[in-house]
């Protein structure tokens, strides 16, 4: 039943509830004093948290330079002892130079590969722009668009391609 269905004494009758939760007094506000002190707290507590994530950022970046030139340094000797081949290679006479230059192009190559760094395999295989970079365009007996010549060979350093293949691409027959 609704207000217009009752009756002028009944809706006279009807008294309001009491509120059952009163507001409360708000908290005293605190003084000023203790303002301050709370502050005064967390600001130095912020300061020195800054102060220590720049030590930590510091830190983290020496770190890592540090660890960036013992790496280079480690690729250097190897380096190195290429070098030092080389330099026999070049003091001995010429009847066992083809021989120095290949046992030095093979310790070349297992050097790069224990830092990582392989040859990528680029003749007989389609042109992949990822790896290779086509520097000719030439008319042959192979599939359109097959690698035909490796002009300088590409590598990669963990799946990541340091150096692109530079190499000649098929046209395909064109007779």
Do not use: W
């Not at 391609?161 to 000649?168: N, T």
């Amino acid at each position: 039943m609704n207000d217009a269905e009752r009756s002028p004494d009944q809706v006279m009758d009807k008294a309001p509830a009491p509120s059952v939760n009163p507001v409360p007094e708000p908290f005293p506000p605190p003084e000023p004093e203790e303002q301050k002190k709370a502050y005064d707290e967390l600001n130095d507590r912020f300061l020195r948290l800054a102060a220590d994530f720049e030590n930590f950022r510091r830190r983290t970046a020496k770190e890592r330079e540090s660890i960036v030139a013992l790496a280079n340094e480690r690729f250097a000797v190897d380096l190195l002892e290429v070098m030092d081949n080389f330099e026999r290679a070049l003091k001995s006479d010429d009847s066992h130079l083809r021989e120095g230059l290949e046992q030095i192009r093979q310790l070349m190559s297992a050097q790069l590969q224990r830092h990582g760094i392989i040859p990528i395999d680029s003749l007989k295989k389609a042109f992949n722009p990822a790896e290779h970079d086509a520097i000719a365009h030439v008319p042959s007996r192979e599939p359109e668009g097959t690698v035909i010549d490796e002009v300088s060979r590409g590598y990669r350093m963990n799946d990541r391609v340091i150096r692109h293949a530079k190499v000649a691409v098929s046209k395909g027959n064109q007779d």
